[in-house]
């Protein structure tokens, strides 16, 4: 690509469509933007709006329609073809390779230190400097990127871009990872950008949308239900459009904790992947009939504190007690039957098995138990029941419960997960992101199922990273940073300054 | 002490094979495919590399460029086999392991039939002769260790300072190596992860045909069914056992051959060894070495094994 | 999608498939100058044209099956079993030294005990790479790939050496073989003239057997729950380094019982050779069979057909027999790929669409919305 490329005035697309196989992706899409302006692009999960942006990254081919980038028509085979017209775009998953250097990742794309038999990393050098000048970027060029923080990380994919020499740049859920604070710092820079670059950003996150575009369009189903200023506009207009109609989510209004502790973590020292100390001297206690939201920037150790509870990783030091017993380093099998649920975070590789069957997925946990077999064999009449009363009452679509979980659609696979978690009758659940790419009909569905366990008296430890989610339902909100615990607070105390704040690792969060 | 110098510089070449193939599959493993089918296509180049100076000269004497000539054939046809595997492996994205064997039966049955109907038999021919070093092989203990023998051991033994600087100082190497660790990361910026995965394939199956050349018309000096004897598995194993790094890889092929010597000093010195247990010997300590070797993949290559499918929405 | 045309497409897949196979296979026919026809013919058809032909092939699938069903356990469960020539060996080293030591049990006993020793021959062979990859996260492709030559080092050690035919040292022919094993091992041989013996029973019940193990027990679906999706076998409690242990054991076991059934059936001794290739053969009958008894047994049957087919071709038309292990990697190659295609819907979508645009006339049906 080259470092001088045209600037871009406008940039339109026109009736583009776009089907996968079973989903209308985008449906006849038509949008205009010009140069100087950020633009959100705005829509639930599944609307579309990734598809879109990787048709106009080259990654997909339109079945139908026409790009146009000043005036003139362009078709992109490649993300090559993208890259010549100044077009980038930093990935909601970062794509660096994590054992290469900073440098050797913009070499990738940096064809002038291409010379043939030889890697010119020098001339790499020479432009992340310029770019570091020019924009205020900092990164160092040396470090391999699994040393580097996420936040750090989307610098890199930022300075990436630029170096590549992009005009246009196009930024999927560019917060998703990031806490408040670096948040407003994103929304400053790229404010500042806007001076020389157009902009795109995909958003689901209203608050950014008001703060940083100039104009909004919303995506519903593949289609462009509304497009305009964002300043003649409130966030609940924009949710309206969003959703399609009046959302209320479910509100946790009852008391709690009067039934005593169900969970309790002590002083847990549990270690990552990586080998660094994921959690570090954690503790907190969940009552019985009491949701505990746990809220925190992804990656302070959520996954591995559930994996832990949940058998799944040793626990170096510190204790589980579960209804009174020490369950750490127990196996996944005994903490299952200790009468623990479990929602994982990747319900297509964690919670089901995808080739197998709705119904086989509901007896995961339980084939050996008498309920669906007897002297090891499987008792099929019960468990073609069971299967079959249980997608009722959660009202799974699909035809039958013969057919594989894999191929149902993401709110289905986590109903059939809930139901299974559910039916076991728990005395306790751990929901990890459990509306994560979810519709908000799915979304409704879940948390209503979750107040509903909560008020049977079952205790819950949600994690997530919707701030509205936690606390919508949870009664306190622990907020984990680096492993640990920061503070404890009362659901009714706990604004999203306050949590942007303790998420951040500040402990000194009173309000003003 | 001239005992030890002697198995020595008998072993040396015996590593040949085994290192070239090893660095063809460390290219392919580099760019995320392992190729177990590397037996298959040592098979065929083993075949290959003494068929053209055979049909020449029937056993007798040639002249070396149809030796040569038989390598450059061994090699090309590799490259072939590597682009077929790949298109199993790459476009029809099927899984790396089960392919594998196909390609390790089919190189291996092809090579065997295409043998008994050209040539049959146990037919010896003459072969690559030694080539010591003008000079250099007169340098008392170095001399008869390191440069007295016949030039595909140079070269071979060339190739690991080449493949390093490959695999980490060209645009190329560098292409190959995202490709095999995050080739999500390489197609968003424009390579074309499936061609250089082809690519790698094609070095890796001519390094490894070359391999196959150099036991018929260097070392055994004849072809059998037996004549590979695992070592394109053992080629496999050993690219994990070095972590996908040229000189590890080096260190481990010497390491295993050291093994074999170890077999054939044995019974030089008559010692009563069953000489069944001094056969398994190698065998038994890739075992040994892939228990015990680190299994992180955290500087290799991490998609090592996974088809790449871009319309896979995650 | 139409239903008709998704059953259609795979079935024309299959077929694309199978031409290819032999279009591959004809490549090298062509190469040696064979008659491709003529050859084809041969495998397929000669064995079949009279009894002795037909028990041959039906003594060669009780083997294939049996080490088929143990690789099937395997695969399901989530490891790759290329061991079974090396579990087929040490099982017929098990049973040899079973029937040496013991040559006056009754048969009703000597039988049983000594099928139970090749199973547990082969068993702690499978046991082993089971347990390097529970524990350790060795590539079971490369631990089995690697005790296969091992055993086949100390098959040739036992039959050169304790296991050698007294007749044999003072003969000094040198022959590396036992002796004629005890007649009370003798599996009985049902048809007069020829070969095929009462092992063939044991495979078909072996491979009922399996059908209730993988589909009916619970220990099956447990197994099949960690080939599917280890992870998720994992979070849903079961403990997935054992299951992968029993399934290797259980794999090892078939190989090592088959071998004892080829020795006790076939040769009744234990020579060289008896191996040959079935620890690979039994994975392509696995993979052609769709890893399921009741395509396995007819697959089986099939290959049989083709391995003593093969042996003739070299009689009758010149074509060497290692033009089996030829045909046998290509249809492995093929079958891997074509699940591939057909599993692919997006392909499979736009097949369909080109198909409605040459034939139907119609445009692109509308997609329903997910």
């Known amino acids: 690509m080259e470092q001088m490329t045209k600037a871009i005035d406008s940039l339109r697309i026109e009736h583009i469509t776009k089907r996968f196989p079973g989903v209308l992706a985008c449906d006849d899409v038509s949008l205009e933007m010009k140069r100087g302006e950020i633009l959100a692009l705005v829509g639930e999960n599944g609307a579309g709006k990734t598809t879109l942006m990787n048709i106009l990254m080259g990654l997909y081919y339109p079945d139908e329609g026409k790009l146009f980038i000043n005036d003139k028509e362009v078709h992109f085979k490649s993300p090559n073809d993208a890259f010549a017209y100044g077009i980038g775009m930093v990935h909601q998953q970062y794509m660096l390779v994590p054992n290469m250097t900073v440098l050797e990742n913009i070499a990738l794309g940096y064809k002038q230190a291409w010379k043939g038999l030889r890697l010119d990393l020098q001339s790499v050098r020479k432009r992340v400097k310029e770019v570091a000048k020019q924009y205020g970027l900092v990164v160092d060029p040396d470090s391999y990127i699994w040393q580097l923080s996420v936040g750090e990380q989307q610098r890199v994919e930022l300075v990436k871009t630029l170096c590549l020499g992009a005009k246009f740049l196009i930024l999927d859920e560019p917060t998703s990872a990031l806490t408040p604070q670096e948040t407003d710092d994103l929304i400053a820079l790229l404010r500042n950008m806007s001076e020389e670059l157009s902009i795109v950003f995909i958003s689901h996150k209203l608050q950014e949308v008001k703060d940083l575009s100039s104009k909004v369009a919303i995506l519903r189903h593949g289609k462009v239900v509304f497009q305009g200023n964002t300043i003649d506009h409130s966030s609940s207009d924009i949710a309206a459009l969003m959703t399609g109609h009046e959302v209320v989510l479910p509100h946790n209004d009852a008391p709690a904790c009067t039934l005593g502790p169900m969970l309790q973590l002590r002083n847990l020292k549990v270690r990552s992947d990586r080998g660094h100390l994921a959690l570090d001297d954690l503790s907190l206690y969940v009552c019985k009939g009491e949701i505990v939201g746990l809220a925190g920037v992804s990656g302070n150790g959520q996954r591995e504190l559930a994996e832990a509870i949940n058998g799944l990783r040793k626990v170096e030091s510190g204790q589980i007690l579960f209804d009174g017993e020490d369950i750490a380093n127990h196996t996944p099998a005994h903490v299952i039957s200790s009468g623990m649920g479990y929602i994982p975070e990747e319900r297509n590789t964690e919670g089901i098995v995808p080739a197998f069957s709705m119904k086989e997925n509901f007896i995961l946990k339980d084939s050996e138990s008498p309920l669906f077999s007897s002297h090891a064999f499987l008792k099929k009449k019960e468990i073609d029941q069971t299967a079959e009363r249980l997608r009722k009452e959660f009202d799974i679509r699909s035809p039958n419960t013969d057919v594989a979980a894999g191929s149902l659609s993401g709110g289905n696979i986590q109903k059939v997960i809930l139901a299974r978690e559910i039916s076991r009758n728990p005395k306790f659940l751990i929901a990890v992101y459990p509306t994560r790419g979810l519709d908000m009909g799915a979304a409704e569905f879940i948390h209503k199922q979750l107040l509903h366990l909560r008020n049977e008296g079952v205790g819950i430890l949600l994690i997530s990273e919707e701030l509205e989610e936690i606390t919508n339902l949870s009664d306190q909100v622990a907020v984990i940073f680096k492993g640990k615990i920061q503070k404890v607070i009362p659901s009714s105390e706990a604004s999203r300054r306050r949590l942007g704040i303790l998420m951040a690792g500040v402990k000194d969060d009173e309000e003003i | 002490m001239n005992f030890v110098i002697n198995i020595l510089s008998l072993g040396i070449p015996f590593s040949v094979a085994l290192l070239i193939a090893s660095l063809g599959e460390m290219f392919n493993q580099r760019a995320g495919i392992f190729n177990l089918g590397c037996e298959g296509m040592m098979a065929m180049g083993a075949f290959l590399g003494m068929l053209v100076p055979y049909s020449i000269g029937q056993g007798a004497d040639v002249p070396g460029i149809y030796n040569y000539l038989g390598l450059l054939l061994a090699s090309g046809v590799g490259a072939l086999l590597g682009l077929f595997f790949g298109l199993v492996v790459v476009t029809f994205r099927a899984p790396q392991g089960i392919a594998g064997i196909g390609m390790q039966m089919f190189g291996v049955g092809t090579a065997g039939t295409l043998f008994r109907h050209f040539v049959g038999g146990t037919q010896s021919i003459p072969g690559i002769n030694t080539a010591p070093i003008p000079g250099l092989s007169n340098i008392p203990i170095l001399g008869p260790l390191f440069f007295n023998h016949n030039p595909l051991v140079y070269v071979a033994f060339l190739l690991v300072p080449l493949s390093w600087y490959v695999l980490f100082k060209t645009p190329w190497g560098l292409r190959v190596r995202a490709v095999g660790t995050q080739p999500r990361a390489a197609d968003s910026i424009g390579i074309q992860v499936n061609r250089v995965r082809f690519q790698a394939l094609a070095l890796g199956g001519a390094l490894a045909g070359l391999a196959g050349a150099y036991l018929s018309l260097c070392q055994a000096k004849m072809f059998s069914d037996e004549i590979i004897a695992g070592r394109g598995f053992i080629a496999v194993a050993l690219v994990y056992f070095g972590h996908w790094h040229p000189v590890k890889i080096m260190g481990g092929a010497l390491l295993f051959t050291l093994a074999q010597a170890l077999q054939l000093a044995i019974q030089g010195l008559g010692i009563d060894f069953p000489y069944e247990f001094l056969v398994m010997l190698p065998y038994l300590l890739v075992i040994i070495v892939l228990a015990f070797s680190k299994k992180s993949l955290l500087m290799g290559p991490t998609a090592l094994g996974k088809p790449f499918n871009r319309e896979m929405r995650t | ?370």
Not at chain 3, 206 to 228: C, D, E, H, P
């Open chain 3, 1 to 370: 999608m139409t239903k008709r045309f998704k059953t259609g497409y795979r079935i024309g897949v299959i077929i694309l498939a199978i031409i290819t196979a032999m279009l591959l296979g004809a490549i090298i026919l062509w190469a040696i100058g064979a008659d491709v026809f003529k050859t084809y013919l041969v495998i397929l058809t000669e064995p079949l044209k009279n009894k002795i032909g037909i028990t041959e092939v039906l003594l060669r699938t009780v083997p294939l099956t049996i080490i088929a069903l143990g690789i099937t356990v395997a695969y399901r469960s989530g490891i790759i079993n290329i061991g079974a020539e090396g579990q087929m060996a040490i099982g017929i080293l098990a049973t040899t030294a079973i029937a040496l030591a013991f040559p006056n049990l009754p048969r009703g006993v000597l039988i049983p005990f000594a099928i139970l020793a090749g199973a547990v021959g082969g068993a702690a062979w499978g046991f082993i790479p089971g347990a390097l990859k529970a524990k350790l996260e060795v590539s079971e492709l490369l631990s089995t790939v690697m005790l296969n030559y091992i055993a086949a080092q100390l098959y040739t050690f036992f039959l050169r050496g304790p296991m050698l035919d007294p007749a044999e040292l003072t003969m000094g022919s040198g022959t590396p073989q036992s002796m004629r094993l005890s007649r009370n091992l003798d599996l009985t041989r049902f048809i007069r003239g020829t070969r095929i013996h009462s092992g063939l029973f044991i495979a078909i019940a072996l491979a009922v057997i399996i059908f209730f193990l993988l589909w009916k027990t619970s220990y099956g679906f447990k197994m099949r729950a960690a080939g599917a999706s280890e992870r998720a076998a994992r979070y849903g409690g079961i403990h997935v380094p054992k299951y992968l242990i029993i399934a290797m054991m259980i794999s090892g076991a078939f190989a090592g019982i088959a071998g004892s059934i080829e020795i006790a059936g076939v040769h009744r001794r234990a020579i060289e050779g008896v191996t040959s290739g079935y620890g690979f053969s039994g994975i392509v009958v696995a993979l052609f069979g769709g890893l399921h008894p009741a395509g396995i047994v007819p697959a089986a049957f099939f290959f049989g057909l083709l391995i003593y087919g093969a042996d003739m071709t070299q009689r009758l038309v010149g074509v060497p027999a290692n033009m089996v292990q030829v045909l046998q990697g290509v249809i492995i190659l093929v079958i891997v790929a074509t699940k591939m295609i057909i599993a692919n819907p997006y392909l499979m979508q736009r097949a369909e669409a080109r198909w409605n645009a040459l034939f139907a006339g119609k445009s692109s049906s509308k997609e329903v919305e997910a």
